[in-house]
């Protein structure tokens, strides 16, 4: 879908890579551009994946499929040559550094602009590109607190809890791609390129969307429920004789479907719960009626009758469990292909399909600089590292 469109990438770590990943899935030329060190990420492990004296970080793996890699010391007159030739020809440019470090190295928006007015400038950073935190770094913990999530995330009465993975980097990432193809189709209408900014502090308060809401419509400070839902019970983890299963009971007639399925007649009969009002102001009756309820039962019968009955439910899988299961494998959510060093890789898909197909895999994540002598020769520059 975006072949032909070249993207120059000046980002690393998780959120700008993601992005960028995203855009090569949907068949964008990639262009990592990696300092002499390399991405941070290539360093961050264990895990390693290893082969012979070959590793590579599962963390960069895990962000940096379908694209290519060119080593350049932006520092360097060399570095700043090629960086320009290869904006000159790009369609898009994403860079993540701190707010000004990339224009104080010439590569501002308003220079680049004036140059490449079809040029597509995107920024993801901590805070934005003005404001009083503008210059700080920006991590993803440091943005889960300070736009509230670990305020009403985790159990009841326990220290504020991160959500495990890093959802500010990756709900960044995908904001700012939705921005970029939002900016290359209104280019088809004008002929001019945009400048984009998204920032991981907003993307977390856009995150919250209804605990956002409820707070700005209250004015209650949202608290910790563990995995139960503030305005639908039951919706939440169950426990069951072995393990756990999640519930989606979102209307009263699944309720009465529910309660059906799994002999709960006790609960069925009780008037305080013929409706979701009522079962959220009675909720902590119900938890330990389903508590009592629920623990004679396996994960596996509880999953059949309900899955019989059409209540929305689902297992709480491990990782092993996820890439066990016949859906996902079916699916084709994990794809083993070559490796210019490890030999082979398996990385996940992406995750669409578009016209009844999943965007090929077309590059494994590269190695560090890789593609340099390719890409500068594209460039009409010499490898300075060429014997």
């Known amino acids: 879908m975006l072949s032909g469109i070249k993207v120059a990438d000046f980002t690393r770590v998780l959120t700008g890579p993601f992005c960028t990943m995203l855009l090569g899935d949907l068949g964008a030329d990639v262009i990592k551009v990696e300092p002499p060190q390399g991405d941070d990420t290539r360093a961050w492990g264990p895990p390693f994946q290893v082969s012979g004296e070959a590793r590579e970080s599962s963390y960069f793996l895990s962000v940096n499929r379908n694209k290519r890699s060119i080593v350049l010391d932006l520092k360097s007159p060399e ?128 995150l919250g969307t209804n605990q956002v809401s409820r707070y700005l419509t209250t004015h209650e400070v949202p608290v910790p429920i563990g995995n139960e839902h503030r305005s639908i019970v039951p919706y939440g983890t169950l426990r069951c004789k072995d393990g756990f299963v999640n519930v989606a009971v979102g209307n009263d007639s699944l309720w009465r479907k529910f309660c059906r399925a799994l002999d709960l007649t006790e609960l069925a009969s009780d008037p305080r719960m013929d409706t979701n009002e009522g079962r959220v102001r009675h909720r902590e009756d119900l938890d330990v009626q389903l508590l009592a309820g629920l623990g004679r039962l396996t994960r596996a019968e509880i999953m059949q009758r309900l899955e019989a009955a059409g209540v929305p439910c689902g297992a709480v899988n491990n990782m092993a469990e996820v890439f066990a299961d016949p859906h996902v494998q079916a699916r084709g959510v994990a794809v083993t292909l070559p490796h210019a060093s490890l030999g082979e890789t398996t990385v996940t898909a992406p995750p669409w399909d578009i016209g009844g197909a999943k965007p090929p895999v077309r590059r494994a994540p590269p190695t560090l600089g890789q593609h340099t002598a390719e890409i500068l020769a594209e460039l009409g520059l010499d490898d300075p590292q060429a014997p």
């Open 79 to 206: 570095g700043q040559e090629a960086a320009r030739r290869l904006i000159a020809e790009a369609d898009v440019v994403v860079e993540n550094f701190r707010p000004s470090t990339f224009e104080k190295l010439g590569f501002g928006w308003e220079a680049l602009h004036a140059k490449h007015p079809r040029l597509i400038y995107a920024s993801v950073s901590g805070f934005g590109q003005d404001g009083p935190y503008r210059d700080r770094a920006g991590y993803d913990v440091i943005a889960q607190g300070m736009g509230g999530l670990m305020s009403y995330n985790g159990e009841p009465g326990r220290e504020p809890l991160r959500v495990g993975v890093a959802v500010a980097d990756v709900f960044s990432g995908s904001l700012i791609t939705q921005a970029i193809l939002a900016a290359l189709f209104q280019r088809e209408r004008t002929g001019k390129g945009d400048r984009l900014d998204v920032n991981l502090l907003e993307s977390v308060i856009a």
